[in-house]
Structures are given as C-alpha cells and as structure tokens.
C-alpha cells in the first residue's frame, strides 16, 4: 500500500503538530522538577537556618549558665572557705603558767 501525495500532504503537517505538541509535554515537565528543585533547596535553606540560629541561642543559654553556675560556685567557695578558717581556729585558748 503505497502512500499518495495526498496522504503525504496531511501527514506531514500532523507529524510537526505532534512533535511539537511533544516538546512542550517534555518542557513542561522539565520545568516542573526545575521548579521542584528550586523549593527544596529554598526549603533547606530555611531549616538549615533555623537549625544554626537554634544552635546559637542554645549555646548563648549554655554559655549562661555555666557562667553562673561558675560564679555560684565561686560564692560557695569563697563561703566555705571563710567558714573553715573560723572552723580551724581554736574558740578559746588555754594558756599555763
């Protein structure tokens, strides 16, 4: 069954419709995972940041309280050692002569 020239006519036209028809699916489609791509990556960015700016206040409130747990410890410190002194010293002395 040989093609006419009137077959050739309107096939030809039909088979450029549906290439084109193609490439816009194909477009279409790549342009949807590029858009994908793009809010993924936006979406890291965003928790990542939130991570870090989570971290750091985490470590300024760590930072803190060693701070003044340090400070505290001192207090007791400085506390306890005066109260050993008056602890060590004799509360009377007896003396012969």
Same mark, same amino acid.
């Given at each position: 069954m040989p093609i006419r020239p009137m077959d050739m006519q309107v096939l030809l036209p039909k088979v450029q419709q549906v290439d084109k028809a193609k490439q816009v699916n194909i477009n279409r489609n790549e342009n949807g995972v590029q858009q994908q791509q793009a809010k993924t990556k936006e979406t890291e +960015?965003? =928790?990542? &940041? $939130?991570?870090?700016?989570? @971290?750091?206040?985490?470590?300024? #409130?760590?930072?803190?309280?060693?701070?003044?747990?340090?400070?505290?410890?001192? +207090?007791? =410190?400085? &506390? $306890?050692?005066?109260?050993? @002194?008056?602890?060590?010293?004799? #509360?009377?002395?007896?003396?012969?002569?």
């Open positions: +960015k965003t =928790k990542s &940041k $939130k991570v870090s700016e989570f @971290e750091k206040t985490r470590e300024k #409130k760590v930072r803190r309280e060693s701070d003044s747990n340090a400070k505290h410890q001192k +207090k007791k =410190k400085k &506390k $306890k050692d005066g109260k050993d @002194e008056e602890q060590d010293a004799p #509360k009377h002395f007896d003396m012969k002569i």
